[in-house]
């Protein structure tokens, strides 16, 4: 029988690109985030591609809606095997003396709550599974701390927080936990959601950087990891491309 995979945040970025990926794996995927216009076209993508995929509306920041997901899980068309909380993201660059509350609340409510609502309501059927996989896509933020980031890292060490418990407390039952923490992914999205729209500034994040990662090599971290016998538990994974060795440490070409 396909095993179903559940992907929040499907809608765009690292998100679209492991819904795509384990599609191509078997999965029956779940593609969940606010913007169905969006999945729907990723549905159609997968399909053509000979995959199956199910488009469901979901803020994870609701209970309701992530209600609505967990019964779309559901109906779905096999064993949910796989979650990967992926919605998230950052907003803002300021530092914490001046950071704004409403953009702390936010990186707080999508990146932490939002993992930990559609965590508890696909838990269940995780286990009825008899071989759940949960995946917290974090980032190096959620080890890291640096000038401006101190939302984003906070909301990403509180999600590196969830992993680490959850992985003692569900100890001796059929779930693993695995958490992913990217460094620099050129996402179209990602940068313009944490400046407001502004595509400059955006773009300078990865100014003179060769090769930053992409979407698809996150995936293929997701995936590789997600498709180990289960018995093998990656508990963590970092990842960033070849050109920043830290944080703080980015070689870019020509500065
Ligand atoms: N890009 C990077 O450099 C990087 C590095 C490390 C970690 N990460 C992490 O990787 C994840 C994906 O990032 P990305 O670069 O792919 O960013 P992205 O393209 O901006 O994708 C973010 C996704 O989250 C969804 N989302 C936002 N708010 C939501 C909500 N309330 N309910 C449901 N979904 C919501 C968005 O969909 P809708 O707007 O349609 O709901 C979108 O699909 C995030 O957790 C991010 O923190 C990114």
């Given at each position: 029988m396909t095993s179903v995979a559940i992907v929040t945040g499907a809608s765009s970025g690292i998100g679209a690109a492991t819904a795509r990926r384990l599609a191509a794996e078997g999965f029956h995927v779940l593609a969940a985030a606010r913007r169905t216009d969006r999945l729907a076209g990723l549905v159609k993508e997968i399909e053509a591609a000979g995959g199956t995929a199910t488009a469901v509306a979901c803020d994870v920041t609701s209970d309701e809606s992530v209600a609505g997901l967990a019964t779309?899980?559901?109906?779905?068309?096999?064993?949910?095997?796989?979650?990967?909380?992926?919605?998230?993201?950052?907003?803002?660059l300021d530092p914490v003396e001046s950071g704004a509350i409403g953009d702390w609340q936010w990186m707080y409510d999508v990146n932490v709550l939002g993992t930990l609502r559609v965590t508890q309501a696909l838990l269940p059927a995780?286990?009825?599974?008899?071989?759940?996989?949960?995946?917290?896509?974090?980032?190096?933020?959620?080890?890291?701390?640096?000038?401006?980031?101190?939302?984003?890292?906070?909301?990403?060490?509180?999600q590196t927080a969830i992993a680490g418990t959850l992985r003692l407390e569900l100890?001796?039952?059929?779930?693993?936990?695995?958490?992913?923490?990217?460094?620099?992914?050129?996402?179209?999205?990602?940068?313009?959601?944490?400046?407001?729209?502004?595509?400059?500034?955006?773009?300078?994040?990865?100014?003179?950087?060769?090769?930053?990662?992409?979407?698809?090599?996150?995936?293929?971290?997701?995936?590789?990891?997600?498709?180990?016998?289960?018995?093998?538990?990656?508990?963590?994974?970092?990842?960033?491309?070849?050109?920043?060795?830290?944080?703080?440490?980015?070689?870019?070409?020509?500065?």
């Open positions: 779309a899980a559901q109906g779905a068309p096999g064993p949910v095997t796989l979650l990967v909380n992926n919605a998230g993201g950052a907003r803002g995780l286990e009825a599974s008899g071989a759940g996989t949960i995946v917290i896509v974090s980032s190096t933020a959620g080890f890291t701390v640096y000038e401006g980031g101190g939302g984003y890292a906070a909301a990403k060490h509180a100890c001796g039952r059929p779930l693993r936990v695995i958490e992913i923490d990217p460094g620099m992914v050129r996402t179209d999205e990602f940068g313009l959601v944490r400046f407001d729209g502004d595509a400059d500034k955006a773009a300078a994040t990865y100014a003179g950087v060769p090769e930053p990662l992409v979407a698809e090599d996150v995936a293929d971290c997701i995936a590789w990891c997600a498709t180990r016998p289960h018995h093998v538990n990656v508990d963590r994974l970092v990842v960033r491309p070849l050109a920043q060795a830290a944080q703080h440490k980015v070689h870019r070409v020509g500065q």
